[in-house]
T-cell receptor
Framework: GENVEQHPSTLSVQEGDSAVIKCTYSDSASNYFPWYKQELGKGPQLIIDIRSNVGEKKDQRIAVTLNKTAKHFSLHITETQPEDSAVYFCAAAVMEYGNKLVFGAGTILRVKS | ETGVTQSPTHLIKTRGQQVTLRCSSQSGHNTVSWYQQALGQGPQFIFQYYREEENGRGNFPPRFSGLQFPNYSSELNVNALELDDSALYLC????????????FGQGTRLTVV
């Protein structure tokens, strides 16, 4: 089955700096890669996703890149703000088999002001 | 707000008891998935329901069971509770069974003592 590894487990950045979180996956059939942000006491919130027919996708300060050959994808947050502090999860799925997500272990992002 | 609501928000049960958790999916969404999130870990897929039928199951024992109703709301039932069942249980709804994003509720925090 699919296995998703996520690094780093914790990341501290200064406000205004960029943050990068990386994930690798094992199943070459996976074709959908969402990123979720989870704040304390809340459920995961979808912040951006990418499908395997695209190499990069941007949404304001957030971008995701995908390298299908190397089986890895990354989340980039620019101009970080204190409200970006949360736990971020990457996930992978085969969309045609139903959106059954396999998650990474998560990255705790702390943005220091 | 995703429009996915779960009840109750918190629950304490004794080992060996049974528990039922409930989820109302986002309006128009016919697919519901359940995940277990242990402390400090990423969510793990339990099972998925599509139009009242189970559509895939993760690596969870049969004492984890579910239902989906004609209005697409769903229940997760766990029998013979064990201490390791203590976790945040998340429900995610999708517009359809494939090719669509998953939106999570706030979760139910289950503590087994």
């Amino acid at each position: 089955g699919e296995n998703v590894e996520q690094h780093p487990s914790t990341l501290s950045v200064q406000e205004g700096d960029s943050a990068v979180i990386k994930c690798t996956y094992s199943d070459s059939a996976s074709n959908y890669f969402p990123w979720y942000k989870q704040e304390l006491g809340k459920g995961p919130q979808l912040i951006i996703d990418i499908r395997s027919n695209v190499g990069e996708k941007k949404d304001q300060r957030i971008a995701v890149t995908l390298n299908k050959t190397a089986k890895h994808f990354s989340l980039h947050i620019t101009e970080t703000q204190p409200e970006d502090s949360a736990v971020y999860f990457c996930a992978a799925a085969v969309m045609e088999y139903g959106n059954k997500l396999v998650f990474g272990a998560g990255t705790i992002l702390r943005v220091k002001s | 707000e995703t429009g996915v609501t779960q009840s109750p928000t918190h629950l304490i049960k004794t080992r060996g008891q049974q528990v039922t958790l409930r989820c109302s999916s986002q309006s128009g969404h016919n697919t519901v998935s359940w995940y277990q999130q242990a402390l400090g870990q990423g969510p793990q897929f339990i099972f998925q329901y599509y139009r009242e039928e189970e559509n895939g199951r993760g690596n969870f024992p049969p004492r984890f069971s579910g239902l989906q109703f004609p209005n697409y709301s769903s229940e997760l039932n766990v029998n013979a509770l064990e201490l390791d069942d203590s976790a945040l249980y998340l429900c995610a709804s999708s517009l359809s069974v494939m090719n669509t994003e998953a939106f999570f509720g706030q979760g139910t925090r289950l503590t087994v003592v």
